[in-house]
């Protein structure tokens, strides 16, 4: 059983950088792969970012974010983070931190445990 907690959500404008944070508690974090996904206005939710169990291991980025934003996690401090720079007004969205225990591939069916969302809105 495993609760996620995102924070550092909020207002920014074009061009500017934020970074949220998910916080694990309550189970084995080490165990889950670790992703965000995203639901902006009037869309559907989709993949952003994936990290395997390890703070060394490789990440996974969908195209519209590659080279924006940065997927973490610390095992020591049971969290996950999502740098994100360069912002655009198309990142406004919701964004939820996941867990998952698949080997390989994160998507919509395999995330095991989800995190409340919180909130970025890009300003033009």
């Known amino acids: 059983q495993l609760q996620l907690q995102e924070s550092g959500g909020g207002l920014v404008e074009a061009g500017g950088s934020l970074r949220l944070s998910c916080a694990a508690s309550g189970g084995a974090f080490r165990t889950y792969r670790m992703a965000w996904f995203r639901r902006a206005p009037g869309l559907e939710r989709e993949f952003v970012a994936a990290i395997g169990w390890l703070s060394t291991s490789p990440t996974v980025y969908t195209d519209s974010v590659r080279g924006r934003f940065t997927i973490s996690r610390d095992n020591g401090r049971n969290t996950v983070y999502l740098q994100m720079n360069s912002l655009k007004a198309d990142d406004t969205a919701v964004y939820y931190c996941?867990?998952?225990?698949?080997?390989?591939?994160?998507?919509?069916?395999?995330?095991?445990?989800w995190g409340q969302g919180t909130q970025v809105t890009v300003s033009s």
């Open positions: 996941a867990a998952t225990k698949a080997l390989n591939r994160v998507d919509l069916g395999s995330v095991a445990y």
